[in-house]
Every structure is written in structure tokens, then in C-alpha cells.
């Protein structure tokens, strides 16, 4: 018998050795997507607190509409170029790692907001900074929910990961009557670093993968072409993301320009979060009864939102209280079926996958507030809200065609 021959048995027998408390158990489902909701909300929640809080900076720091459109852009265009390079990083590396280091570098971002941001190219390069924790902890959040939850309960479980977008503005909203306007904005960012490391202790552990598992997976995604389905996917999350972002990023302005006190626009703008995270909540929840249809339930939501966007430019109180219910509320609640609905492409690697459709969201979520900052020193928030509602009209469009092209996937 030759030295091979006995080393082969001699490996499994060490292998079986090995106790089975050796490797951290598996996360439980509800505190995998309890760690992934709280990621995402550290990990985003910068940007919306500026957006939320834009009356009061713009103030102390002398920014315009189309320089603060270009602050919120440039976080998005650095998270869009960082997205697709982060999905095969976080495949490699492991969802729990990638998702603290985003929270640490979004902590460190708004205290370095909150000390030091005194002039416009502070704030962008600290929103820069921002960016990166953004496409970290997104990405982070839908690999582990993927790899954790149980398939029946994906649907739900990427509604309430993405429910935590619109609870960031949500929060950034309340920040406005709550720090902005007693002790000052600097706070509000002070309150959300101090949120964001509070949830560093709720990220679960990685079990790791084993290594005969990962290297086929890493062959097949070499191998596969995004495909057309998924391109179209992606234009049609840019141009829904592009009008979204916008409402987010002007409601208040355009609220208090109308003559809406700034406590009451930056409430209009809480109402539209809990509207839509409740919607983000129960799209997912009847995502995982049924089959079928979930790009078109897309497709239907971009279309409700792009006639609330539309009210949003008749500049009369009860129709932008209606328009928000609709364009932001439900016109907004869409990516977490849309994450769904790609994620079960190949969930194999559903970091890699989605980061294909996130990188269309932050692309539009780039361009829509440094377009819309344009617009509205050249034609006023009437014509913003009009082009808003055709984009997001036609991103119905590009998701009912992408839909098509994914026919017999369970993406469809």
C-alpha cells in the first residue's frame, strides 16, 4: 500500500474528528434580517439626513439647489461605480464582514459631517466616504438574507430589508422638527452615528461556505452573461430610482417654497417613509404567495407613483400630500421586490446578481437630484415634478420588457 493510498482514509477520518461546535452555527432567519434592515438603515441613512435636513444646511453653508443636488449625486454615482466590484467582494469575503465595516464607515462619515463639514467640498468628499458604506452594507444585507432565510420567506424578508430605505428618510424626516430645530442639525447626524454603531452588536457571525461549494459557484458566474433581461432591469431601476431620489431629495425644499412651514415639510416627508415602508412590507409579504407576476407588480407600482409624482407639481397642499402618499409612498416601494425577483436568478450568488440591478438604482438615484437641481434653477419644482413622473412612467415600461425577456425564470 503506497503513502497515498493511506492518506486519503487518514483525511477523512481526521475530518469526521473535528467536533461540530468548531464552526459558528448557522444565524437564525429573523436575526439575519433583523442585522440586515438595521445595516441598511446605518448604511444609508447619511445621505437622507442631508436630504431631510437641506433646509438647514443649505442655510449655514450657502448651498443652492443644484449644489446640494450634486452632493446627494455624488453619493449615488460612487456607490453605482462601487456596487458591481462590492457584489463579488462580499461573495468573497462574507456578508457579516462586509456589513461592519459599512457601518463603521458610515458612522465615521456623519460624526466627520457633523465636526467638520463647513463648506461644500467637505461634504461631498465626506459623502464620498458615506457611499462606500452604502454599497457595502446593501450588498452585504441581500447575500446574507438570501443565504439564511428560508426561500419561502424571501419575498417578506427583502421587503423589510429594503423597507429600512424609506424608515431612513423616515427618520431623517423627524430629525427636523426633533434636532434641526431646537439644537441644530449637526446633531441629527451626531443621533445617526450613534444609531449606526448600535448596530454593529446585531450582525450575525458568517458560517462558512464549504470550499467545494464557493469555487463552482465563482466558475459559474464567470461564466454568465448579465443578460438582456437583466440590462433592461437595470435601465428601468435607473429612470424609477432617478424620480424616487428626487422626491426624496426636494420634497422639503420644494414643500416650504410653496409656503408649507419647515416643521410640516419635513413631517409630509415622515408620512411618505412610513407609507412606504408599510407598502415595502406587504408587497414582500404577498410576494411569497404567489408565483408569478412579481416584475409586473413592479411594473404596476412605478406607474401609480408616476401619477403621484405629477400632483406633486399642481403646487396645492392636498395634492402634494396626495402626491407623496402615491409617488413616494408607493412609487418608492418597489426594490425589495425587484432584489427578490433577481436575487432568484442565481442564488448562488445573489451579491454578484443584484449588484447588476443596484447599480442601475444608484446610477439613477445619481443622475435624477443632480438633473432635478438643474431644473429647478432653470424652470422651477413645476417642471422637476413633470419630468420626474415621465421617468418614472417609462421605468414601468422597462421593467414590463424585462420582465418579458426573463420569461421561465423564477424572476419573472
Not at 231 to 255: C, H, I, K, N, Y
Not at 355 to 362: M, R
Given at each position: 500500500m503506497t503513502i497515498s493510498q493511506v492518506a486519503v482514509p487518514l483525511r477523512v477520518v481526521a475530518s469526521a474528528a473535528v467536533p461540530a461546535a468548531a464552526a459558528p452555527p448557522a444565524p437564525k432567519p429573523v436575526s439575519t434580517a433583523v442585522a440586515a434592515v438595521t445595516t441598511t438603515v446605518a448604511s444609508v441613512i447619511p445621505v437622507f439626513l442631508v436630504s431631510g435636513l437641506a433646509v438647514q444646511i443649505c442655510r449655514e453653508l450657502n448651498l443652492t439647489p443644484t449644489t446640494l443636488g450634486l452632493a446627494v449625486s455624488v453619493y449615488f454615482g460612487v456607490t453605482a461605480l462601487g456596487?458591481?466590484?462590492?457584489?463579488?467582494?462580499?461573495?468573497?469575503?462574507?456578508?457579516?464582514?462586509?456589513?461592519?465595516?459599512?457601518?463603521?464607515?458610515?458612522?465615521?462619515?456623519?460624526?466627520?459631517?457633523?465636526?467638520?463639514?463647513?463648506?461644500?467640498?467637505?461634504?461631498?468628499?465626506m459623502l464620498a466616504v458615506a457611499a462606500t458604506a452604502n454599497s457595502l452594507g446593501q450588498l452585504a444585507s441581500n447575500a446574507s438574507l438570501s443565504r439564511s432565510v428560508p426561500r419561502r420567506r424571501h419575498g417578506f424578508a427583502f421587503g423589510a430589508k429594503q423597507a429600512a430605505v424609506p424608515l431612513a428618510t423616515l427618520l431623517s424626516g423627524a430629525a427636523v422638527p426633533a434636532l434641526a430645530l431646537t439644537v441644530g442639525w449637526r446633531w441629527g447626524f451626531v443621533a445617526g452615528a450613534a444609531l449606526a454603531l448600535a448596530a454593529l452588536a446585531l450582525v450575525p457571525r458568517d458560517r462558512p461556505r464549504p470550499a467545494m461549494a464557493r469555487a463552482p459557484a465563482a466558475r459559474r458566474r464567470g461564466r454568465e452573461p448579465a443578460g438582456a433581461g437583466l440590462?433592461?432591469?437595470?435601465?428601468?431601476?435607473?429612470?424609477?430610482?432617478?424620480?424616487?431620489?428626487?422626491?426624496?431629495?426636494?420634497?422639503?425644499?420644494?414643500?416650504?417654497?410653496?409656503?408649507v412651514t419647515e416643521a410640516l415639510a419635513g413631517l409630509m416627508l415622515t408620512l411618505g417613509g412610513v407609507i412606504c415602508v408599510c407598502a415595502r412590507l406587504f408587497v414582500g409579504?404577498?410576494?411569497?404567495?404567489?408565483?408569478?407576476?412579481?416584475?409586473?407588480?413592479?411594473?404596476?407600482?412605478?406607474?401609480?407613483?408616476?401619477?403621484?409624482?405629477?400632483?406633486?407639481?399642481?403646487?396645492?397642499?392636498?395634492?402634494?400630500?396626495?402626491?407623496?402618499?402615491?409617488?413616494?409612498?408607493?412609487?418608492?416601494?418597489?426594490?425589495?421586490?425587484?432584489?427578490?425577483?433577481v436575487a432568484r436568478l442565481r442564488?448562488?450568488?445573489?451579491?454578484?446578481?443584484?449588484?447588476?440591478?443596484?447599480?442601475?438604482?444608484?446610477?439613477?438615484?445619481?443622475?435624477?437630484?443632480?438633473?432635478?437641481?438643474?431644473?429647478?434653477?432653470?424652470?422651477?419644482?413645476?417642471?422637476?415634478?413633470?419630468?420626474?413622473?415621465?421617468?418614472?412612467?417609462?421605468?414601468?415600461?422597462?421593467?414590463?420588457?424585462?420582465?418579458?425577456?426573463?420569461?421561465?425564470?423564477?424572476?419573472?
Open positions: 456596487s458591481l466590484p462590492v457584489g463579488a467582494l462580499v461573495e468573497r469575503l462574507g456578508p457579516a464582514w462586509t456589513a461592519r465595516v459599512a457601518i463603521l464607515l458610515a458612522a465615521d462619515a456623519m460624526l466627520a459631517i457633523a465636526l467638520s463639514a463647513r463648506s461644500m467640498p467637505a461634504l461631498v468628499l440590462v433592461a432591469l437595470s435601465v428601468g431601476a435607473a429612470l424609477g430610482a432617478a424620480a424616487a431620489t428626487t422626491v426624496a431629495t426636494f420634497l422639503v425644499d420644494s414643500a416650504v417654497a410653496q409656503g409579504w404577498l410576494a411569497d404567495r404567489w408565483n408569478r407576476g412579481h416584475l409586473s407588480m413592479v411594473a404596476a407600482m412605478l406607474a401609480i407613483g408616476a401619477s403621484g409624482i405629477a400632483l406633486l407639481g399642481l403646487r396645492r397642499p392636498a395634492a402634494s400630500l396626495l402626491g407623496v402618499t402615491l409617488g413616494y409612498g408607493l412609487g418608492w416601494c418597489w426594490p425589495g421586490l425587484l432584489t427578490f425577483s442564488p448562488r450568488t445573489p451579491a454578484a446578481v443584484t449588484s447588476i440591478t443596484q447599480t442601475g438604482v444608484y446610477a439613477g438615484a445619481c443622475l435624477g437630484p443632480l438633473g432635478a437641481g438643474l431644473l429647478v434653477v432653470h424652470g422651477g419644482y413645476t417642471v422637476v415634478w413633470s419630468v420626474s413622473a415621465c421617468a418614472m412612467a417609462l421605468s414601468a415600461c422597462f421593467m414590463l420588457l424585462g420582465s418579458e425577456l426573463t420569461v421561465g425564470t423564477n424572476g419573472r
